[in-house]
């Protein structure tokens, strides 16, 4: 079992920044890939970024290249979020998630085995 919980969510006005932190708990945090995902109300939920398991490759979704930026800190078992330039189309609950799976499938939530509760990032106009 892999424990994660995110933090650093908040209100924000369009143009901010914000940076989300996940920290995992239980098995060793370097054998998984790390994701964020996110949902806005009455959407689906979408892919925005996946770190590989020693932090070198990256991949974002391609709309939110450039704002967005994922790391992670092996040491302290916690992947990050940098949120730039933030725009109220950003406004929704931000997840992230852990897969043991292969690189091939990091878009893909349902190959994701193990997810936070979520954090709240709203941007006001």
């Known amino acids: 079992q892999v424990q994660l919980v995110e933090s650093g969510g908040g209100l924000v006005q369009a143009g901010g920044s914000l940076r989300l932190s996940c920290a995992a708990s239980?098995?060793?945090?370097?054998?998984?890939?790390m994701g964020w995902f996110r949902q806005a109300p009455g959407k689906e939920r979408e892919f925005v970024a996946a770190?590989?398991?020693?932090?070198?490759?990256?991949s974002y979704k391609d709309s939110l290249k450039g704002r967005f930026t994922i790391s992670r800190d092996n040491a302290k078992n916690t992947v990050y979020l940098g949120l730039n330039s933030l725009e109220p189309d950003d406004t929704a609950a931000y997840y992230c998630?852990?897969?043991?799976?292969?690189?091939?499938?990091?878009?893909?939530?349902?190959?994701?085995?193990?997810w936070g509760q979520g954090t709240q990032v709203t941007v006001s106009s």
């Open positions: 770190i590989d398991r020693i932090g070198v490759v990256k």
């Open positions: 998630a852990a897969t043991n799976n292969l690189w091939s499938a990091r878009s893909n939530g349902n190959e994701y085995d193990y």
């Open positions: 239980g098995r060793t945090f370097s054998n998984y890939i």
